[in-house]
């Protein structure tokens, strides 16, 4: 009797590389929460976001402030999509850059980092974040100085991380600037003001008792 069909050998999963450089989850946070904060600070919410981010970002800075970094990035994760909704006026850049991104589906052969090994792909995902990161930084600074807050000090790491970057990479040197620049925009800037809930539709008043 003919054997079972042959099929091909079994692949091992490829164990995901390592990231590039380490990090802990309070700096995985910081480098949320910071631009998070100054983002909800912008002129165009007029002063006061509506409850629906503010709230998330609440959750996230207490969390934060308690050592409890998982459900602080549970809430920005939250708070990222809120940013992505289409009813929130549109974020400038490079503040949209803390949406949740939504990419367009397309066949997986179609994508430029199919073909790439698993520490290929974490190297340029790597690079994508320290892009962001110093874009958000640049951003910040630049809000932060056309609204009365001292920054002189913060300039030179951000140039240095500008710098660290476009030689060395993706670094902890790189990371060493950007995180304490988040660190003191965080100490100097204020929490976003919470808007007030919209109230409900009014309850119908009770009905007349017929002869009272």
Known sequence: M???PNRPPEKTPEAPPPPIVPETPQQKA???LAPSRITLLLDLWKGAPSADLTGPYGKADRAYASGDYA???TSLDLLSVRFAEPRWPSLPEPFKRLRVPIPAPIPPHWDPDHALSSAEREA???RRVADDQLALATGCLAWASAHAVVVDDLRPRLEEAKTVLETEGVS???YERIDALWSALYER???PKVSAAR???AAPAPAEVEGS
């Open 2 to 4: 003919p054997g079972p």
């Open 30 to 32: 910081l480098r949320r």
């Open 71 to 73: 459900t602080c990035a």
């Open 124 to 126: 340029r995902r790597a």
């Open 172 to 174: 902890s040197a790189f």
């Open 189 to 191: 800037t204020p929490a």
């Open 199 to 201: 109230p409900g539709p």
